[in-house]
């Protein structure tokens, strides 16, 4: 039988690296709540107290104080004198506080502290945590900018069921051309929404205005990936200056996308290489001569 004890401890440790690692992982926020750990950890902690108060306490057992005969191992001591020789007792140890209310106080206090710092992120990093309202209204927008670059009606919509996009895949984005209809990945409708709402401009921004001019392109009838990755990239320039970027911060988010899909080595994302002629000056430069690209 394994230590009740040893068995809380491992599952207390288990529930706080969880939780640990549930903050830094999209996969974990994404298939997994975050309060899931803290039930198991409640369930744990209730099956614990229930069943030791079941439990028959053991019998408590009385200490022998060590005696003569322990003399020789530095217990007490034996001492000549006047009367002969007898066996004079240790000082009785002083007895510690116990501090195991410490322990146990830093316990709770680390998960309550984790706790409301895996609801914060919950809250502030999804798109299902943006109020039903505000996304309506950004599902909008992001329609009426695909239908401005596809230069045709369409409709956009954000993947919240992961239906077509999967969760935890790497399909941030589909279109279907002949339905005029495209998903976008809930984490690229977030990263928009953050460009959008508070002027947030990292990778994941320049990677979500990326996507969503992908899929407009493909909208617009451009089939072939390397081709629409190409475009998307010239696409997403002014895109991000409609969403509140300067032409500068936009230029240079983008230029940084352009950076990575040349270096890209990926033998899964082979068809998304960009041809030859996307560059300054190619076949696929829209706004040739102008000195910028994309």
Known sequence: ??????????????????????????????????????????????????????????????????????ADLGFGELVEDEEGIHWVPPPPRAERPRSRWLFRAAGVLAVVVLFA?????????????????????????????????????????????????????????????????????????????????????????????VVLAHEAIHLGGERREGVTECLALQAAVPLGVRFGLSESKARSLIARQYDQRLAERSVIRAAYALPLTCRDGGALDRSPGDGHFP
Not at 8 to 21: E, G, I
Not at 31 to 48: G, I, K, R, Y
Not at 129 to 151: D, H, N, Y
């Open 1 to 70: 039988m394994i230590e009740r004890g040893r068995v809380q401890l491992v599952v207390r440790l288990a529930a706080l690296v969880f939780v640990l690692a549930w903050l830094f992982v999209d996969a974990l926020q994404e298939w997994l709540p975050f309060w899931l750990p803290f039930v198991v950890l409640l369930a744990t902690e209730l099956e614990f107290v229930l069943r030791g108060r079941n439990e028959p306490r053991r019998p408590a057992r009385r200490r022998a104080p060590p005696g003569p005969e322990d």
């Open 117 to 209: 710092l895996a609801a914060r992120t919950d809250r502030a990093a999804t798109w299902q945590a943006v109020p039903k309202e505000e996304r309506a209204g950004l599902v909008e927008r992001f329609t009426s900018e695909a239908a401005r670059i596809a230069e045709r009606p369409v409709t956009l919509r954000c993947d919240e069921q992961y239906d077509f996009t999967g969760a935890g895949s790497d399909t941030l984005g589909i279109a279907f051309p002949q339905a005029g209809i495209a998903y976008l990945d809930p984490s690229v409708c977030r990263a928009l929404r953050d460009l959008a709402a508070n002027g947030a401009a990292g990778e994941l921004q320049g990677e979500a205005l």
